[in-house]
């Protein structure tokens, strides 16, 4: 079977321009709906980048995960480079780890901000409302007390509603967080339901599985949705496509240099007569696993707030 340094001979098989295509056409129609499906969508506030759905959780919390999460993604992502180098990303896995760590990377940051202007902004409020909450002092009024916390929290839930719009690194944020869960989600997939039962099968050992690689990401991902406040509109799906096609065209190019003469992945082999079905397959693949996350999201707006009337808000 032909391979990528037999040069010529394998490059210009009909496969290449098949597959060229499955995966040119995504992401120009990507490209071309993005604009439109964009000015449909409700802007993004900055502060629902920071800000938790929970009105009783002090935004420090979510600011706490994401610091704790992004350590968690970096410890794994260096314990799997120290060994191999970086030769670890020839694989979408480390791809897609390396765009969630840079995700939490991102919203810490932002999350620190959001809680330093909380605190700033919580300040004002007590300098305003000191002299009333001053006034009794009896034991009966700590149940009061925490009333009047919950009230201006709610209070303040409310204020935020007419926020200034995100800026580009909250935009920025923001699409990340949407590529990674959808890649997220096509990693774990295709890791569990295809390259260990067909392809690992016999040589895949579960010393490989421990680190937690291809179910870490979701989980970390999973826990800042419960937690966070961001939209999710479908038309950033897009992002997830520019992602998976960005890596496809670096594995063909570092294939067509002669820098990498094997596969990380069996099905991206274009010398096989099935490589195209493999394509569209991944390719169609896209749609469910980001339709997946996406529809997790949506049911958490619908239904959180019936489940839990008192302590979850849904601001946007």
């Known amino acids: 079977m032909p391979t990528p340094a037999?040069?010529?001979?394998?490059?210009?098989?009909?496969?290449?321009?098949?597959?060229?295509?499955?995966i040119a056409v995504p992401t120009a129609l990507a490209?071309?709906?993005?604009?439109?499906?964009?000015?449909?969508a409700a802007p993004l506030r900055a502060t629902d980048l920071w800000l938790p759905c929970w009105p009783r959780l002090h935004p420090g919390w979510l600011l706490g995960y994401r610091a704790f999460a992004l350590a968690a993604a970096a410890a794994?992502?260096?314990?799997?480079?120290?060994?191999?180098?970086?030769?670890?990303?020839?694989?979408?896995?480390?791809?897609?780890?390396?765009?969630?760590?840079?995700?939490?990377?991102?919203?810490?940051?932002?999350s620190a901000h959001g809680c330093w202007s909380y605190s700033k902004r919580s300040l004002r409020k007590a300098d305003e409302y000191g002299d009333v909450e001053n006034r009794d002092l009896s034991a009966s009024i700590s149940g009061g007390r925490k009333n009047g916390e919950m009230d201006k929290m709610a209070s303040y839930y409310e204020q935020i509603a007419n926020e200034k719009g995100a800026a580009f690194w909250?935009?920025?944020?923001?699409?990340?967080?949407?590529?990674?869960?959808?890649?997220?989600?096509?990693?774990?997939?295709?890791?569990?339901?295809?390259?260990v039962p067909f392809f690992y099968r016999d040589k895949f050992g579960l010393a490989m599985v421990t680190d937690g690689m291809?179910?870490?990401?979701?989980?970390?991902?999973?826990?800042?949705?419960?937690?966070?406040?961001?939209?999710?509109?479908?038309?950033?799906?897009?992002?997830?496509?520019?992602?998976?096609?960005?890596?496809?065209?670096?594995?063909?190019?570092?294939h067509a240099s002669g820098a990498l003469s094997w596969w990380p992945y069996?099905?991206?082999?274009?010398?096989?007569?099935?490589?195209?079905?493999?394509?569209?397959?991944?390719?169609?693949?896209?749609?469910?696993?980001?339709?997946?996350?996406?529809?997790?999201?949506?049911?958490k707006r619908a239904y959180f707030p019936r489940m839990f009337p008192h302590t979850y808000v849904r601001t946007s």
Not at 31 to 40: E, F, S, V, Y
Not at 83 to 105: C, E, K, M, N
Not at 170 to 195: E, P
Not at 221 to 248: G, H, K
Request: proline share 6%; with cysteine.
């Open 6 to 22: 037999d040069g010529a001979e394998y490059w210009l098989r009909w496969q290449v321009f098949v597959c060229g295509a499955l």
């Open 31 to 40: 490209a071309a709906l993005l604009p439109r499906l964009r000015r449909t």
């Open 76 to 110: 794994l992502l260096v314990r799997d480079i120290i060994p191999h180098g970086p030769r670890v990303f020839f694989f979408y896995t480390q791809w897609t780890f390396l765009l969630v760590t840079i995700y939490f990377a991102v919203a810490t940051a932002i």
């Open 170 to 195: 909250g935009r920025c944020m923001q699409i990340i967080y949407q590529a990674s869960a959808g890649a997220t989600m096509l990693t774990d997939v295709t890791f569990w339901g295809l390259l």
């Open 214 to 254: 291809h179910s870490v990401n979701l989980v970390l991902l999973l826990i800042d949705t419960l937690l966070n406040n961001m939209p999710f509109p479908w038309y950033r799906i897009a992002f997830f496509v520019f992602w998976s096609c960005s890596y496809v065209t670096f594995q063909w190019v570092i």
């Open 266 to 299: 069996p099905f991206l082999d274009l010398a096989s007569p099935g490589a195209p079905l493999w394509y569209l397959a991944m390719a169609v693949a896209h749609v469910p696993c980001f339709s997946v996350y996406w529809l997790a999201v949506k049911a």
